[in-house]
């Protein structure tokens, strides 16, 4: 069978390709870049290579350049999207069999690599043989294979030894010395990849003694075999065993040197089946004689079996490494966590879950599924069972009902597994939390009240001043009709100040429960509403209420009425107060706007609208563009509003238009 490299980046091109070949002649290998190619181009392991070329360009040549460099006698064909003669001329003198235009013609693809590889033509090795010095008598082919069976079968129970490599190579070697008579025997390794913190990979280029027989380890300790040069070198890049008397080993001085140091005749190179894990070295027999062929073979498929199991040692270490910085992880945290199994047992528990649940057993170190409290048990259950988490909830124990736990259970599966592998239950102690929460709370609220007495306390006294500066005039005027007129005058005005600071000190600390079940007319509301607010505003021209013309002429809706009325009053002074030379005040009430349900109500004065910081903080408690009030109003109207489940909103003015506010009630509540 022969094995066709396909370099592109287009996965409807590979199944084409794939679709044209005999996959009983050919075997196709789709790589998206030369480099993932390098190791079977090096190793001779291609026959034909097809090149998916975009552009006819610089970059397209040093793709060909690329693999001619890693293999010189690999039969190249490009397909192109469009042809240039000058290009297609540099690709000839590169040495490409074919350039052909897309899309692909099967029936000319099988052709030419019929023509590459005549059906007679014998096949390109992937391991070289090497020729080896004359041996002893043979031995009889049933009895070669007899040892063979043998070697492979003791060899298999090498492979069940472990995860430990150390361990398995060792005993690798003392296998190989009874069946074969090894007389020195070292293994070197390459150090697994391991990742940085920035993401790139470090790939460490030698090889590092790890195991040996009949020399000194400790020595072994300061030697290493570079991947880019000497033994390690070679085998990285042709893969295939080397003796120390080949011409290859005598023309290189590295190698040669290498051989000589180390006292050995042969290495070998230990492959996962996909790159190059580590190199064996070997000297002669305990007898002195040299290894035949077919001994080398069967150690060669023992080490690449070997390099396979190495592999898996060295996931097997990554996924311990990682559990355990998880474990440590989770050791250090505050909050307790236990992973559970499908089978309902306790996979891992740290130290701040042990003593929560534990901690009327001091003496007992692991946690079991049995020592969670009953519903928190029931909760894991059905977390596993359906896939579905449990979200954060308040949680106290019954031994410490003082204290406050915020608990979360969260189930997660394997990507192979359809149904939950395990289930994740995170208690954590907030009491901490909650006591400052509260203590925040309560430190605002006594601020909100200093603040709220102090404005309370100075528009009480603005309201009372005016009424003792005339009621010492009332003293001294002997009956004087216009001190008396003045006075009462004073008198209700403050009498109205102080009516609506207690209005609003009622609502602003009332609260709502239940429903509103009486329903009243919105557009009597609001009119009662104007002549409340229109009270409080004694000015020099009349002000006047406009009802818009699109203002249908009645809609009831459950309410408070007092609140309610209040809640508007408040809206429409402010309105008042906009433009005090002429206070118009235009209302229109409308269906909501489509994807709601309730009535907007649009509250329109005839000032200069609302300022950005106007709009946004019109609501807040205390807040004031004017000098006198407590800045409250709007505050209280939003309460009132909100209690009756609708939402009021103060867009910020354009341009040379008015103030505008805008309520939203339900029909229904």
Request: hydrophobic share 40%.
């Given at each position: 069978?022969?094995?066709?490299l396909l370099?592109?980046n287009?996965?409807?091109f ?10 009983t ?21 291609i026959d034909a290579a ?7 360009d ?8 690329e693999?001619?460099q ?5 039969p190249?064909?490009v397909?192109?999207?469009a ?5 297609e001329?540099?690709?000839y003198?590169l040495?490409?069999?074919h ?7 099967g ?6 690599l019929?023509?590459?590889f005549?059906?007679h033509?014998?096949?390109k090795?992937l391991?070289?043989?090497?020729p080896l010095?004359p041996?002893?008598?043979p ?16 060899f298999s129970?090498v492979l069940?030894?472990?995860l ?5 190579l060792?005993?690798?070697l ?11 025997a070292?293994i070197?390794?390459?150090k697994?990849?391991?990742g940085?913190a ?11 003694s ?6 000194d380890?400790d ?7 570079s991947?880019?040069?000497g ?6 890049t042709?893969?295939r ?7 290859e080993a005598?023309?290189?001085r ?19 089946r996909?790159s190059?894990?580590?190199v064996?070295v ?22 690449e079996?070997?390099?396979?199991a ?12 990682q ?7 989770l050791?250090?945290?505050g909050?307790g966590?236990?992973v559970?199994?499908?089978?309902l047992?306790?996979?891992h ?10 901690h009327?057993?001091?003496?007992k ?7 969670l ?12 069972k359906s896939?579905?988490g449990?979200p954060?909830?308040d ?11 915020r ?9 192979f597994?359809q149904?939950?592998?395990?289930a994740?239950l ?18 605002s609220?006594?601020?909100l009240v ?16 005016p009424?003792s ?19 009462g005058a004073?008198?209700s005005?403050?009498?109205k ?24 007319s919105?557009?009597?509301i ?9 009270s409080?505003?004694?000015g ?8 818009g ?6 809609f ?7 609140a309610?009325r ?11 107060q ?8 235009e ?7 489509h994807?709601?349900?309730?009535i907007q109500i ?7 609208g ?7 903080r ?7 563009t004017?000098s006198?009030g ?12 909100e209690?009756h ?8 003015a ?7 506010v ?6 229904e509540?």
């Amino acid at each position: 069978m022969r094995t066709i490299l396909l370099l592109s980046n287009q996965p409807s091109f590979a199944s084409a390709v794939e679709a044209v070949l005999d996959p009983t002649q050919f075997q196709l290998i789709c790589k998206p870049e030369p480099g993932d190619a390098e190791f079977l181009l090096s190793r001779g392991a291609i026959d034909a290579a097809l090149l998916d070329l975009k552009l006819t360009d610089s970059r397209a040549i040093r793709t060909i350049e690329e693999i001619r460099q890693a293999a010189p006698g690999c039969p190249i064909i490009v397909y192109a999207n469009a042809n240039q003669r000058e290009w297609e001329e540099d690709a000839y003198l590169l040495g490409v069999e074919h350039v052909l235009d897309k899309p692909l013609r099967g029936k000319l693809l099988t052709t030419l690599l019929g023509r590459l590889f005549p059906p007679h033509a014998p096949g390109k090795a992937l391991l070289a043989p090497t020729p080896l010095a004359p041996t002893a008598a043979p031995e009889s082919s049933s009895a070669n294979q007899l040892r063979t069976l043998e070697a492979l079968r003791r060899f298999s129970s090498v492979l069940t030894h472990g995860l430990d490599s150390t361990a398995l190579l060792k005993q690798f070697l003392l296998l190989l010395r009874e069946i074969i008579g090894v007389n020195r025997a070292i293994i070197f390794l390459r150090k697994p990849t391991t990742g940085r913190a920035d993401g790139a990979s470090v790939d460490d280029r030698w090889l590092r003694s790890v195991c040996a027989v009949g020399l000194d380890q400790d020595v072994l300790q300061h030697f290493a075999l570079s991947l880019n040069a000497g033994i390690g070198g070679h085998l990285h890049t042709h893969g295939r065993i080397l003796r120390a008397t080949t011409s290859e080993a005598q023309s290189s001085r590295e190698i040669a040197k290498e051989f000589q140091i180390l006292g050995v005749q042969v290495a070998i190179p230990i492959l996962d089946r996909e790159s190059l894990v580590g190199v064996a070295v070997f000297d002669g027999r305990l007898t002195g004689e040299p290894y035949t062929n077919e001994e080398l073979a069967v150690i060669f498929n023992m080490l690449e079996e070997v390099g396979i199991a190495i592999r898996n040692s060295w996931h097997h270490d990554q996924l311990v490494a990682q559990q355990q910085m998880i474990a440590d992880i989770l050791s250090h945290l505050g909050s307790g966590c236990v992973v559970v199994s499908s089978n309902l047992s306790t996979l891992h528990a740290n130290p701040a879950a042990t003593r929560t649940f534990l901690h009327d057993q001091p003496e007992k170190k692991r946690l079991e599924f049995s020592d969670l409290p009953q519903i928190l048990g029931s909760m894991l259950f059905s977390a596993i069972k359906s896939g579905i988490g449990v979200p954060p909830f308040d949680f106290q124990l019954p031994h410490a009902m003082e204290t406050h736990y915020r608990v979360g259970i969260m189930p997660f599966r394997f990507d192979f597994s359809q149904a939950p592998s395990a289930a994740l239950l995170i208690i954590e102690d907030v009491s901490e939390h909650i006591r400052a929460q509260r203590l925040e709370i309560e430190t605002s609220k006594l601020r909100l009240v200093k603040s709220m007495a102090e404005h309370l306390a100075h528009e009480i006294g603005n309201s009372i001043t005016p009424l003792s500066t005339y009621e010492q005039m009332l003293r001294e005027s002997n009956g004087d009709a216009e001190v008396h007129t003045a006075f009462g005058a004073a008198l209700s005005e403050g009498v109205k100040r102080i009516t609506r600071l207690s209005n609003q000190m009622v609502f602003l600390a009332r609260d709502w429960q239940g429903e509103f079940n009486d329903p009243h007319s919105l557009n009597d509301i609001i009119v009662e509403a104007f002549h409340e607010a229109h009270s409080f505003h004694p000015g020099r021209k009349l002000a006047q209420l406009n009802f818009g013309k699109s203002t249908p002429p009645a809609f009831m809706i459950p309410c408070d009425h007092k609140a309610l009325r209040h809640a508007f009053s408040e809206i429409i002074l402010n309105a008042l107060q906009a433009n005090p030379d002429d206070p118009n005040v235009e209302v229109n009430l409308h269906r909501a706007p489509h994807g709601t349900t309730g009535i907007q109500i649009e509250v329109r004065d005839s000032g200069s609208g609302f300022s950005p910081e106007s709009a946004e903080r019109g609501s807040e408690p205390f807040f004031s563009t004017r000098s006198v009030g407590l800045g409250l109003g709007l505050t209280v109207s939003r309460k009132i509003i909100e209690s009756h489940h609708g939402k009021i909103e103060i867009p910020v003015a354009l341009a040379g238009r008015s103030g505008v506010v805008r309520i939203l009630l339900p029909t229904e509540i």
